[in-house]
């Protein structure tokens, strides 16, 4: 893959304008409990309130948007375990264009429902013994699809740098910002916004245990595989930080703090009883994070991306109300 140019806060602003409109500006909520519990002032953006219910939608639907019409024309496809699916499905439908996703075969049912409800075509394959990459790459060149990934792309990172972007704009500076990792789209576009427009402010990413390849790739200094994580977290089981995206983090993002899955289930229901919101696995792993005193040198004002809220009521009800 030929090297991107450098991620800036004009792209993250002009994928701003891109989205103007279209996607949803979502609230940032606070709680006087969790503020109490975390012993600091903390700012929820609140992506499980985007279209499709996650925060996917801004990064595909700002790189489908700047397709030519020639290409809009044959269509796009993605790999994905459900939210870029279903937002990748959403940006073609609301561009005139049709959407082929390649999705594990024990993606969330919900999910896969969803991203058949937008229109998209849906082709599974096995996670745990096929690589998606590939699968996806032959899916597009076999039949003249523009290929959007899910974070390793810079339109995609700049969309999603659109969540921290308009986090600020309603805070203020903060001192920190949680981000949940998985491929580390969210965090290089949310980093790269943040960083630029308050240099002093710390970016910390959050993976499950099982899933600490971005962790362990900043400590070695160069992308480190992992086994394929088994965790509740299905949005963040990526074995590789992104090409693209490890340099941006590697560059502003200064730590990554691990929960389990257990203080993820925490986190769920935490949201749901005291902040009265629905949080998938990977979209509560930031709140996690701070819930499990995992964020080291605790700053004073701290935002936190909660990242999404795709899950089923029985999934849900299993994880939460055992």
Request: aromatic share 4%; with cysteine.
């Amino acid at each position: 893959m030929a090297a991107a140019p450098p991620l800036t806060l004009t792209d993250v602003r002009e994928a701003a304008a891109r989205l103007e409109g279209v996607a949803h500006r979502t609230p940032v909520l606070t709680s006087r409990t969790l503020n109490s519990l975390v012993g600091a002032e903390v700012f929820i953006k609140a992506e499980n309130f985007q279209r499709i219910g996650a925060f996917k939608f801004r990064g595909a639907y700002n790189a489908v948007a700047q397709l030519p019409p020639e290409q809009l024309a044959k269509g796009v496809a993605a790999y994905s375990s459900g939210n870029h699916a279903q937002a990748t499905a959403l940006a073609a439908r609301e561009l005139g264009t049709h959407a082929v996703i390649l999705m594990p075969e024990d993606a969330p049912r919900s999910k896969r429902e969803a991203t058949l409800g937008y229109g998209a075509e849906v082709v599974t394959y096995d996670r745990y013994t096929e690589d998606r990459t590939a699968l996806g790459h032959a899916l597009a060149e076999d039949r003249g699809l523009a290929l959007i990934p899910p974070y390793d792309h810079p339109h995609v990172m700049a969309g999603q740098g659109t969540a921290a972007l308009e986090l600020l704009e309603e805070t203020g500076p903060l001192d920190a910002l949680v981000v949940p990792v998985g491929g580390g789209g969210l965090i290089a576009g949310c980093a790269t916004a943040a960083t630029a427009l308050h240099p002093g402010i710390r970016i910390v990413g959050v993976e499950p245990e099982a899933g600490d390849d971005t962790r362990r790739s900043l400590a070695a200094g160069a992308r480190v595989t992992v086994p394929v994580p088994r965790t509740i977290a299905d949005g963040q089981a990526l074995s590789t930080p992104g090409e693209l995206t490890f340099p941006v983090n590697q560059r502003l993002v200064e730590a990554v703090a691990l929960v389990g899955d257990a203080e993820i289930v925490t986190a769920m229901r935490f949201a749901f009883e005291r902040l009265k919101i629905v949080l998938e696995p990977s979209g509560a792993t930031a709140l996690a994070a701070l819930l499990a005193g995992r964020v080291d040198r605790l700053p004073r004002r701290i935002g936190v991306i909660a990242s999404g809220g795709n899950i089923d009521a029985a999934r849900f009800t299993a994880l939460v109300g055992g």
